[in-house]
């Protein structure tokens, strides 16, 4: 069964400033997807970045980028030039690519919550 | 453009009280899904579907039925509520196959068990 293990359950950092939030996961799967998702207080699970385990460059969108390393095992999130609204909780995930029936299921971390200070 | 709803956004149960959370999509995806969230934990699976007709449970299936009579709709059902059974309750839906590495979430029930 996959796993996936999310160690910080907290991480604070100042406005402005770059902060990694970690993620590893255990997999007998050659081919997968990884996400990374934000649930700020209202709940709502927003997908910040998607990697393709097939892609060897490691995805960005704005500020976010992730930095994919296969072998290891490790799928960790930088986010750059943080801002007030960057505060939530964030979830690694983990779907394999061929999704049918029970592998079509997301497998979640515990979350890291991110506060964001001035 | 609605994408995944939910209905109710919140409810309160007494114990042994049994409700269905509304969950429709109007996108003509195959995969429907339903999470639970549960405080210091990430979302873990209740029961899946992969096409009208067809569903399967997930990892945490005890106290929860569904049916899949349409593509668009996949309702969840409490049979009899425990406290236990407290907790935020998410509906996802996604193509399969390789289309489907985007996952869209509905907003969330928050339900809680008395």
């Known amino acids: 069964a996959q796993t996936v293990t999310q160690s910080q359950p907290e991480m604070s950092v100042q406005e402005a400033e770059t902060v990694t939030l970690s993620c590893t996961y255990d997999t007998s799967e050659s081919d997968y997807y990884l996400f990374w998702y934000k649930q700020p207080p209202s709940r709502q699970m927003i997908l910040v970045i998607r990697q393709e385990a097939y892609k060897q460059q490691n995805a960005t969108e704005n500020r976010f980028s992730v930095n994919f390393q296969k072998a290891a095992k490790s799928f960790s999130l930088k986010i750059s030039d943080s801002q007030l609204g960057d505060a939530a909780m964030y979830f690694c995930?983990?779907?394999?690519?061929?999704?049918?029936?029970?592998?079509?299921?997301?497998?979640f971390g515990t979350g890291t919550r991110l506060q964001v200070t001035l | 453009n609605a994408g995944v709803t939910q209905t109710p956004k919140f409810q309160v149960l007494k114990t042994g009280q049994s409700m269905t959370l509304q969950c429709a999509q109007d996108m003509n995806h195959e995969y429907m899904s339903w999470y639970r969230q549960d405080p210091g934990m990430g979302l873990r699976l209740i029961h899946y579907s992969v096409g009208a007709g067809i569903t399967d449970q997930g990892e945490v299936p005890n106290g929860y039925n569904v049916s899949r009579s349409t593509t668009e709709d996949f309702p969840l059902r409490l049979l009899s509520a425990a406290p236990s059974q407290t907790s935020v309750y998410f509906c996802?839906?996604?193509?399969?196959?390789?289309?489907?590495?985007?996952?869209?979430f509905g907003e969330g029930s928050w339900l809680t068990v008395v």
């Open positions: 995930a983990y779907r394999p690519r061929l999704n049918t029936g029970t592998a079509s299921k997301l497998t």
């Open positions: 996802a839906s996604s193509y399969t196959g390789d289309s489907g590495n985007t996952i869209y």
